[in-house]
C-alpha cells in the first residue's frame, strides 16, 4: 500500500503537534531526545505490561525513555508513554515506577488525551514540524514510513496547554492506575511514594517546579485522596521478583551511562545481582576508555547470562566504539540471532556490517530495522550511507532528508527531499514520502 499524505492526518495529529518537543526547559528546545537502549525498553516493557494488561491496552502502547534527568513523564497519544531518564534514576523501587506509568495508562484509558485532542484547535497556529507528528501520523497509518516523514516543534503556549492535566483528570488517573496496580498484584503504595517526592512543589515558583508538578499539578488534598485508594485497594500485593530484577537492571544501566564513573563505581556492589554489577563496571570502563576491562566485565556478565541478547548487544557496542570491526559484527549477529524483532538490535548489526565494507548485507538489517520502528535517527544515518554505497543515490537523499526532519531540521530536510524526489521513480512509495517532507517544510515556512 503506498504511503499516505501527510495532509490525511493534519486534522487528527495537528492536536499531538506538542508531542515530542522538550517542553522541560526554558527555552523550550525542539524535539524530545529520546534515550533509545534495547536493554532498557525491554525492562520499561516488562515492568508495565502487567499494567497495560489490567488497563485494557495490552500491548498497543510503547514506553519510551526521554534523555533528560528533570523528573517527568507524560503521554501525547494513545501508544505512547514517556519516561524521563530522571525519573526512571529517581524511583527507589520498581512499584514507584509501575505507579507513574499507571497514572499514565490511565490517562489513557479514561479518554483524557481525546478530549483534549478535540479541544485543542488553537493548537493549529502553533509553528514547525516534529516527531509529534511523526508518531501521530505512524500511529493512525500503522506505517513506519509514514511518521519518518514529518516532525514538528512547536510555541510554549500550546506546549502546556496540551500537555497541563486538571485536577479532575488527575483525581481519575490516581484512582484508576492504583485500580490498575491493585489488579495486577503491585502494591499500590508505590503511587503515595512517588507523590510524597513533589510534595510542597506547588509552592515553589514555576520556574523550580519539575516537569511533572507543571504538567500533573498536585495538592494536599489530592495526596490524601491518593492515600485513601491505597487503603481501599491495597492488601492484595504479591511479590514480583523477575520485575525486581529488570527495573535494577535498568535503573542500573542508565546511571551507568549518565552519572559519572566515579559514582557508578563507588555503588557497583549495591547491585542485586552479580550480572548487573560486571554491566555496571563494563559500561563505566567503557566510558573511561579501558575496553580490556569494560569487555573482561561484559564477558563476565555473559558468563552468567549467555543467551541475554542485551547483553551480546552492549558487547557489541562496546567493541564497535573501541574499532574492533570484526569482533562487533560477531557480537551484534548473536544479539540479533537472539532478539530477531528487535529494532534498535538490528540496527546496530547493520552499522557493524558497515564498517567492514559489507552495505548491501548491512541494508538487509536496516531496512528490516526501520520497518520496525523509524525512530532511530543513526539508523536513518546508516541507511543513507548504505544506500549510497549501493548506488541507491535516490532512498540515500530521502533517508538523510527523513533523518533532519526527525530532528526538526526542516531546511536541511527540504532540501534533501528534493533531491530525492529528482532520482526517485515518480509515483513510487519512496518517491511520495520525499513529497511528504517537501510540503511539510513548505507549509511551515508559509507561517514565519
Do not use: C
Not at 529520546?34 to 485494557?56: C, T, V
Not at 524511583?91 to 507513574?100: D, G, H, I, R
Not at 531546511?411 to 511520495?432: F, M, T
Amino acid at each position: 500500500m503506498a504511503a499516505p499524505s501527510i495532509t490525511r492526518f493534519h486534522a487528527r495529529a495537528v492536536a499531538l503537534l506538542t508531542a515530542l518537543v522538550l517542553f522541560l526547559s526554558a527555552p523550550f528546545a525542539s524535539a524530545v531526545p529520546l534515550a533509545r537502549d534495547p536493554d532498557i525498553e525491554h525492562a520499561l516493557r516488562k515492568m508495565a505490561a502487567p499494567i497495560l494488561n489490567a488497563a485494557g491496552l495490552g500491548d498497543s502502547v510503547k514506553i519510551l525513555l526521554v534523555n533528560d534527568e528533570r523528573l517527568n513523564a507524560f503521554v501525547v497519544d494513545h501508544s505512547h508513554i514517556f519516561i524521563n531518564t530522571g525519573m526512571l534514576m529517581r524511583m527507589t523501587s520498581p512499584e514507584m515506577l509501575q505507579s507513574v506509568i499507571a497514572h499514565e495508562a490511565a490517562h489513557i484509558a479514561n479518554g483524557h488525551i481525546t478530549r483534549r485532542m478535540a479541544n485543542l484547535d488553537s493548537a493549529r497556529s502553533a509553528s514547525g514540524l516534529g516527531l509529534a507528528l511523526a508518531l501521530a501520523a505512524a500511529a493512525a497509518s500503522g506505517r513506519g514510513d509514514v511518521g519518518a516523514a514529518v516532525a514538528l516543534g512547536t510555541q510554549n503556549s500550546a506546549l502546556r496547554q496540551f500537555l497541563a492535566h486538571t485536577r479532575a483528570e488527575e483525581a481519575s488517573a490516581d484512582q484508576s492506575s492504583v485500580r490498575y496496580m491493585a489488579a495486577a498484584g503491585i502494591d499500590p503504595i508505590g503511587a503515595v511514594q512517588v507523590q510524597q517526592i513533589f510534595a510542597g512543589q506547588e509552592l515553589l515558583n514555576v520556574s523550580r517546579q519539575d516537569p511533572y508538578m507543571r504538567s500533573h499539578p498536585l495538592t494536599r488534598d489530592r495526596l490524601r485522596a491518593m492515600q485513601g485508594f491505597v487503603t481501599a485497594y491495597g492488601g492484595k500485593s504479591r511479590k514480583q521478583p523477575e520485575l525486581d530484577y529488570w527495573y535494577d537492571r535498568a535503573r542500573s544501566k542508565a546511571t551507568a551511562f549518565l552519572r559519572p564513573t566515579k559514582w557508578t563505581f563507588q555503588r557497583a556492589d549495591e547491585s542485586t545481582t552479580e550480572d548487573i554489577r560486571h554491566m555496571r563496571l563494563s559500561v563505566a570502563y567503557h566510558r573511561q576508555q579501558n575496553a580490556a576491562k569494560a569487555l573482561s566485565h561484559i564477558n563476565q556478565a555473559l558468563a552468567l547470562r549467555p543467551k541475554d541478547a542485551y547483553y551480546y548487544e552492549l558487547k557489541g557496542q562496546i567493541l564497535l566504539e573501541n574499532r574492533q570491526f570484526q569482533n562487533a559484527v560477531k557480537a551484534y549477529r548473536t544479539s540479533a540471532d537472539l532478539a530477531p524483532r528487535n529494532a534498535l538490535i538490528l540496527g546496530g548489526l547493520g552499522r557493524a556490517l558497515l564498517t567492514v565494507n559489507r552495505p548491501k548485507e548491512a541494508l538487509t538489517y536496516l531496512e528490516k530495522a526501520r520497518s520496525l520502528d523509524f525512530r532511530d535517527a543513526k539508523v536513518l544515518r546508516d541507511l543513507g550511507s548504505a544506500y549510497a554505497q549501493t548506488g541507491q543515490h535516490g532512498l540515500a537523499s530521502l533517508a538523510t532528508a527523513e533523518r533532519y526532519a526527525l530532528a526538526n531540521r526542516l531546511n536541511d530536510a527540504d532540501i534533501h527531499a528534493r533531491r530525492a524526489l529528482a532520482r526517485l521513480p515518480k509515483g513510487s512509495s519512496a518517491a511520495r514520502r520525499a513529497a511528504d517532507i517537501v510540503s511539510a517544510a513548505e507549509r511551515v515556512q508559509k507561517r514565519k
